[in-house]
């Protein structure tokens, strides 16, 4: 996903932050090690050492994003979450990352029991195929929806594995993961509040942001 772009609607402190990146940043502690996996340009990185005086290092697949970040001066290889994660020590980081990119992996699963291995807790965001609009244009158009957080058409989207709120508790559970926050961001990058109900935060939150740990 492109981080300098972001969703329609989302408020954001600078040009180029999401909102979903301002929450996960809230969610490290300062001074961490953290190893942000999709780093794309480095918007994250940057703003962990800002925000949280974190020690931020980067994967990336695509040479551009790689390039970028080294540009910039940040510690980044280009790497591929689905079979570069192996190459990590046990507890290599206290937080690994992985933000709007699991779905676009070939094993999920693989890879968040990689991500729990290596980090001492985990943050994942991913846009929640569960939206209400997602539903709405699978029912009256019957065909796969497109929205500001899924722009792409069924035939070139690099989206391999999407899946709902309620299907990422699911995969938490088989992947052994302790679930220690999730919070739902509506269309207008709004917190959701920690009291609606889960199907509630499955219909109306547009993308999610979950903190794991083993």
Same mark, same amino acid.
Request: with cysteine; net charge neutral.
């Given at each position: 996903m492109n981080l300098n772009v972001p969703p329609h609607g989302l408020r954001t402190t600078t040009d180029t932050s999401r909102?979903?990146?301002?929450?996960?940043?809230?969610?490290?502690?300062?001074?961490?090690?953290?190893?942000?996996?999709?780093?794309?340009?480095?918007?994250? $990185?940057?703003?962990?050492? *800002? @925000?949280?005086?974190?020690? *931020?290092?980067?994967?990336?697949?695509?040479?551009?994003?790689? +390039?970028? !970040?080294?540009?910039?001066?940040? *510690?980044v290889i280009q790497g591929d979450a689905d079979t570069d994660l192996v190459h990590y020590p046990d507890l290599a980081f206290d937080y690994a990352i992985l933000s709007q990119t699991i779905?676009?992996? /070939?094993?999920?699963?693989?890879v968040l029991e990689q991500l729990l291995r290596i980090g001492g807790r985990v943050i994942v965001s991913f846009p929640n195929f569960g939206h209400w609009r997602v539903r709405t244009q699978l029912l009256f158009g019957g065909k796969m929806p497109k929205t500001d957080n899924l722009p792409d058409r069924w035939y070139d989207t690099p989206n391999i594995h999407? !899946?709902?709120?309620k299907d990422f508790l699911d995969l938490c559970r088989d992947a052994g993961a302790k679930v220690?926050?999730?919070? *739902?961001?509506?269309? /207008?990058?709004? @917190?959701?509040?920690?009291? $609606?109900?889960?199907? $509630?935060? +499955?219909?109306?939150?547009?993308?999610?942001?979950?903190?794991?740990?083993?």
């Open positions: 909102v979903d990146l301002l929450l996960i940043a809230d969610m490290v502690t300062p001074g961490a090690r953290v190893l942000d996996i999709g780093c794309g340009d480095g918007t994250l $990185m940057r703003l962990l050492a *800002a @925000k949280r005086g974190a020690d *931020a290092r980067g994967i990336e697949l695509s040479q551009a994003g790689v +390039n970028s !970040c080294v540009a910039q001066g940040l *510690a779905q676009a992996t /070939y094993s999920p699963k693989d999407l !899946c709902t709120i220690e926050r999730v919070v *739902a961001l509506n269309a /207008y990058g709004t @917190k959701l509040g920690v009291s $609606m109900p889960l199907f $509630m935060q +499955n219909l109306f939150g547009e993308q999610a942001v979950f903190l794991l740990s083993r």
